[in-house]
Nanobody, 126 residues
Framework: QVHLVESGGGSVQAGGSLGLSCAAS????????MGWFRQLPGKEREVVAALYTTGRPTYYADSVKGRFTISRDKAKNTLNLQMNSLNPEDAAMYYC???????????????????WGQGTQVTVSD
């Protein structure tokens, strides 16, 4: 059973930066899709950024393009999300997730992912 633990969330003023990290352990498979999602109370979970471990390119939601960067440290088994120029609309619970074998085109779908972290809260104040 894959165990994912997010860290790095917190409170920041608009225009600031945060770096999220997701530590993975217990892999019994090679992850194909790895992604960061966010969710507001009462809203659907949405993809923020995702990568396909055996190919390119990475995917970013339009709202975060140019501000967020997803990266993977394979040696450390971590998935990272650097978030710059944060605005109040970025405030949410952020989740990392990984999938078993999947097509690259499905890496943006919540349903593709079978392993999820518990989430880390990001708050952005004006």
């Amino acid at each position: 059973q894959v165990h994912l633990v997010e860290s790095g969330g917190g409170s920041v003023q608009a225009g600031g930066s945060l770096g999220l990290s997701c530590a993975a352990s217990g892999y019994t498979y090679t992850p194909y899709c790895m992604g960061w999602f966010r969710q507001l109370p009462g809203k659907e979970r949405e993809v923020v950024a995702a990568l396909y471990t055996t190919g390119r390119p990475t995917y970013y939601a339009d709202s975060v393009k140019g501000r967020f960067t997803i990266s993977r440290d394979k040696a450390k088994n971590t998935l990272n999300l650097q978030m710059n120029s944060l605005n109040p609309e970025d405030a949410a619970m952020y989740y990392c997730a990984t999938s078993k074998k999947a097509f690259q085109s499905t890496c943006t779908r919540v349903s593709t992912y079978g392993s999820w972290g518990q989430g880390t809260q990001v708050t952005v104040s004006d």
